[in-house]
């Protein structure tokens, strides 16, 4: 069985702060990434495909990674970042609430200086959603996510039934309760061995289209710039909306949405 892991900074062990990535970083993701690739080992899975996803994909360090897997590193396009119809599962290492979240530690979607809420068929989602409806499309699940408390809800209220690892419960934005790295790692590994062994309990997430994507910015003037690039229409000040037919066009229109 193949898995595709995708790595991000925010929710990984022990990190609060965008001012220390360079330093905590590359080894968190890693190390976070590698207790999944054990607990999916444990439950059958011999393929393992790990996405650097953090900002232009530069920030684990592969010699640290896992050697079975395999890493897609640098810039995250083009897209849809690696994924396809011969996974059997996907799993998010490292996520983060959307943008707003209360006690979200370093909570946004997408780009945290421009967007300001992204909201699909009038629904709001972040980028666990997002993930999650791109890896249905092509027939997989979304089976794991490790992060903080508010993105682990925020996947259960988005997906439904999957497992989940708390590795940090947030006090603010900035500040969270962290697990010692080798306790959430072990829990990473355990969740993953779960979420291996029930493999068939999962389904994947789909929603029917057409689709309209509803993007709205920090300033007025970025919408400008996203209107000229992508089309579609503005709604309000900040808000540009776009209509699609399937969650691919949706997701480039996102990833575009935000350059």
């Not at 603010?172 to 068939?200: D, F, M, N, Q, Y």
Request: charged share 20%.
């Amino acid at each position: 069985m193949k898995a595709f892991i995708l790595c991000d900074y925010e929710g990984t062990t022990g990190t609060v702060s965008w001012d220390e990535e360079q330093k905590l970083g590359p080894a968190a993701m890693a190390q976070d990434a590698n207790a999944a690739i054990a607990g999916l080992r444990e439950g059958g899975f011999t393929e393992f495909v790990v996405r650097d996803f953090h900002a232009s994909g530069l920030t684990m360090n592969p010699s640290e990674l896992d050697p079975a897997a395999v890493l897609i590193r640098g810039s995250s396009m083009p897209f849809p970042y690696g994924l396809g119809p011969d996974f059997d599962a996907m799993v998010f290492v490292g996520a983060h609430a959307k943008a707003g979240t209360a006690c979200g530690v370093m909570s946004h979607t997408m780009n945290n200086r421009t967007i300001f809420e992204v909201r699909l068929n009038g629904r709001e989602i972040g980028e666990i959603g997002g993930f999650a409806l791109l890896a249905g499309y092509f027939d997989v699940p979304l089976v794991l996510v490790s992060g903080d408390q508010a993105a682990c809800d925020e996947a259960r209220s988005i997906v439904g039934d999957l497992e989940t690892a708390v590795v940090k419960t947030g006090v603010s934005r900035h500040c969270a309760v962290c697990l010692h790295p080798s306790t959430a790692r072990e829990l990473i590994r355990s969740k993953a061995a779960a979420a291996a062994k029930r493999l068939g309990d999962f389904k994947p997430l789909k929603w029917t289209g057409p689709f309209t994507l509803d993007i709205t910015y920090n300033y007025a003037n970025i919408a400008d710039a996203v209107l000229s690039r992508l089309g579609g229409e503005r709604i309000a000040d900040r808000t540009v909306r776009v209509q699609r037919e399937t969650i691919p066009e949706v997701f480039e229109c996102l990833a575009r949405g935000f350059e």
